[in-house]
């Protein structure tokens, strides 16, 4: 029971720290506009700012989700430490 207690746990910080990495790379820069507005040119929307925006959304989503497993693991992993 001890080895899957530290199992978990260790598997829980890898998925935290996975997961903070894609936020912290992923999270939205300034230059992305999630709408697709190129303020800069006559108000018009970029299709590709657009899918930018899409994929940093959906990247550091997936980064929030793999902090709230790896904190299920690592609390699993204390409940059933010895």
């Given at each position: 029971?001890?080895?899957?207690?530290?199992?978990?746990?260790?598997?829980?910080?890898?998925?935290?720290?996975?997961?903070?990495w894609?936020?912290?790379?992923?999270?939205?820069?300034?230059?992305?506009?999630?709408?697709?507005?190129?303020?800069?040119?006559?108000?018009?929307?970029?299709?590709?700012?657009?899918?930018?925006?899409?994929?940093?959304?959906?990247?550091?989503?997936?980064?929030?989700?793999?902090?709230?497993?790896?904190?299920?693991?690592q609390?699993?992993?204390?409940?059933?430490?010895?």
């Amino acid at each position: 029971m001890e080895i899957a207690s530290k199992t978990l746990s260790i598997l829980g910080l890898i998925l935290s720290l996975r997961g903070s990495w894609l936020i912290w790379k992923f999270g939205l820069p300034a230059s992305i506009d999630r709408e697709g507005w190129v303020r800069e040119v006559l108000e018009n929307k970029d299709q590709d700012q657009i899918e930018e925006g899409r994929k940093y959304d959906a990247r550091s989503t997936f980064g929030f989700k793999l902090m709230g497993l790896g904190f299920i693991l690592q609390t699993l992993g204390t409940l059933l430490a010895p």
